[in-house]
């Protein structure tokens, strides 16, 4: 059993498959506690909503003296949860004054700190909503309040800058967006596979007082 050389109590894994779901082999070795985090998040996710809207998101610092003294600091992806889970629980709350049946949601995440080669930190994340509640990402150069814009809110919220300072820090990669259900489990094997990316061992850095990887609670 391998282990990382700069956190020994983090298990190196290399293989095709982990626990039966198929795992982007060519950017391993992954650590394996974050794979464990990464099925049990989904598994959570699936166990309270039969349908789920997931999907992959970015979260860039601006170049430059834009970029706050607390940027580099893993607060600031706390920070962008606490603020899109705010927006989240404010749109379900005005969606139940309209319809008392309207769905509820709560926001389970992964994320993921990596770091380029010049040292400048960035977060890929996997957010799973409710797909009763929500079911699409909305238009990116849209002004109306869908999922991007509150994914952009959050972001300018976390660092301290405007909407419009913040603009194009929020990056959403291609085909990020997955439908799971509860009885599909070649869904669930899809998005696991896509989101196995995070659990990578590359570009993660250890011993500088922050985390490289995060999950929801529960």
């Known amino acids: 059993m391998a282990r990382h050389q700069d956190n020994s109590n983090l298990v190196l894994y290399s293989g095709e498959e982990y626990k039966g779901w198929r795992i982007q082999q060519d950017k391993g070795p992954f650590i394996q506690q974050y794979l464990d985090r990464l099925i049990k998040?989904?598994?959570?996710?699936?166990?309270?909503?039969?349908?789920?809207?997931?999907?992959?998101?970015?979260?860039?610092?601006?170049?430059?003296?834009?970029?706050?003294?607390?940027?580099?600091?893993?607060?600031?992806?706390?920070?962008?949860?606490?603020?899109?889970?705010?927006?989240?629980?404010?749109?379900?709350?005005?969606?139940?004054?309209?319809?008392?049946?309207?769905?509820?949601?709560?926001?389970r995440?992964?994320?993921?700190?990596?770091?380029?080669?010049?040292?400048?930190?960035?977060?890929?994340?996997?957010?799973?909503?409710?797909?009763?509640?929500?079911n699409a990402l909305g238009y990116y150069a849209s002004d109306r309040n869908n999922i991007f814009s509150r994914l952009q809110q959050a972001w300018a919220n976390a660092l301290g800058l405007t909407v419009e300072e913040a603009a194009g820090l929020v990056h959403i990669p291609v085909n990020a967006r997955y439908e799971l259900d509860r009885d599909?489990?070649?869904?669930?094997?899809?998005?696991?596979?896509?989101?196995?990316?995070?659990?990578?061992?590359?570009?993660?850095?250890?011993?500088?007082?922050?985390?490289?990887?995060?999950?929801?609670?529960?």
Not at 109 to 134: C, M, S, T
Not at 213 to 218: I, Y
């Open 184 to 218: 599909k489990p070649e869904k669930q094997a899809d998005f696991f596979y896509r989101a196995s990316y995070l659990c990578k061992s590359a570009t993660k850095v250890f011993g500088n007082g922050n985390h490289g990887f995060g999950t929801s609670r529960a």
């Open 109 to 134: 995440y992964v994320w993921a700190r990596e770091e380029g080669q010049a040292g400048k930190p960035h977060y890929h994340l996997v957010i799973l909503l409710n797909r009763d509640a929500f």
């Open 41 to 107: 998040t989904i598994q959570c996710t699936l166990n309270e909503y039969s349908r789920v809207f997931a999907f992959r998101v970015d979260l860039r610092f601006p170049v430059g003296t834009q970029s706050p003294s607390c940027g580099y600091a893993n607060e600031v992806v706390g920070d962008f949860v606490a603020s899109f889970k705010a927006k989240i629980e404010h749109n379900r709350n005005k969606a139940r004054q309209l319809n008392k049946y309207s769905h509820n949601s709560k926001v």
